[in-house]
C-alpha cells in the first residue's frame, strides 16, 4: 500500500492513549487491540491533528529532530502504513 504523501490522515474514533515510559500504548476500543509504539511514534501520533499529511508530519519531525527529509519520508511512511493496517489510522 502506498499514500500519497499529500493525502489527509485521520485517527480513528474510540482510540485511547497511554503514555509509560517513553512508550506509547494504543488501545483500539472497538477491537481492544494494543498497538505498542516507541517516543517517536507517540509523537508522530500525538502531532497528527495538527499535521495530517505525511509530508507535513515529516517536516515536522525534520525539524525537531534534525533528521534527513528523505529518512524521515520513508520512515514515516512505513509508521503510517502499520497504524492504518492495525486500524488506528484512516486515510481521506
Do not use: C
Not at 503514555?19 to 517517536?40: Q, R, Y
Not at 505525511?54 to 528523505?70: D, F, P
Amino acid at each position: 500500500m502506498t499514500i500519497l504523501a499529500g493525502q489527509t490522515l485521520l485517527r480513528r474514533e474510540n482510540i485511547e492513549t497511554a503514555e509509560l515510559d517513553g512508550e506509547w500504548l494504543l488501545l483500539n476500543i472497538d477491537t481492544h487491540a494494543i498497538t505498542k509504539v516507541n517516543e517517536l511514534g507517540g509523537f508522530i501520533w500525538s502531532i497528527l491533528p495538527e499535521y495530517p499529511t505525511i509530508t507535513e508530519l515529516a517536516e515536522k519531525v525534520h525539524t525537531v529532530y534534525g533528521v534527513e527529509i528523505e529518512v524521515v519520508l520513508d520512515d514515516i511512511q512505513a509508521f503510517v502504513e502499520t497504524l492504518i493496517e492495525a486500524g488506528l489510522l484512516i486515510h481521506a
